[in-house]
């Protein structure tokens, strides 16, 4: 019997194998982000019974989102309408700066990838979709569509949150 040691090249293939393989595993991009009950940096999950009004916003195939700028009060509970007025996909993710550049870098991996959490919505072209937030801290809350190229072309806004 002849045993051979892996080649680096074969041991960087089984490797790329094994990372896409745990991406297909998952699925849809779901948890792991802090986004249940308690409050994060940008706040908690809202229920739609508990929401103070209803914001609509449009994305489109400009880059932009319309309104771009809000403001909501801490404490506030928002139910967010999202719609794709555009020809392609996009979507709506609230987080910090830092939040949205990390899975920036995660959706120029796997841009197909679909979402699962209460702070996300991807929108088909024509399709809307909602997000209920509540706002548990003043500052700023950014949203941006993560889809490869859209932020980068601008496609961000901000929410601020004033104190009560």
Known sequence: ?????????GLVTLAALCACGAAFAAGKHAGGHG??????????????????????????DTMRYTPSDIQVKQGET???????VGKVKHELSLGTERELLEHLEQMKKFPDMEHDEPNK???????QGQIVWQFT???????ACLMPGHYEAGMKGAIRVSRQ
Not at 78 to 84: P, S, T
């Open 78 to 84: 928002v139910r967010f309408v999202i719609r794709n």
């Open 121 to 127: 919505v991807s929108l088909a072209p024509g399709k």
């Open 1 to 9: 019997m002849n045993i051979h040691a892996p080649s680096i090249p």
């Open 35 to 60: 986004h249940g009950d308690e409050d994060t940096a940008i706040g908690r999950p809202g229920s739609a019974a508990k929401a103070t009004r209803t914001i609509t916003i449009e994305s489109s």
């Open 137 to 143: 801290k003043a500052g700023t809350v950014n949203f």
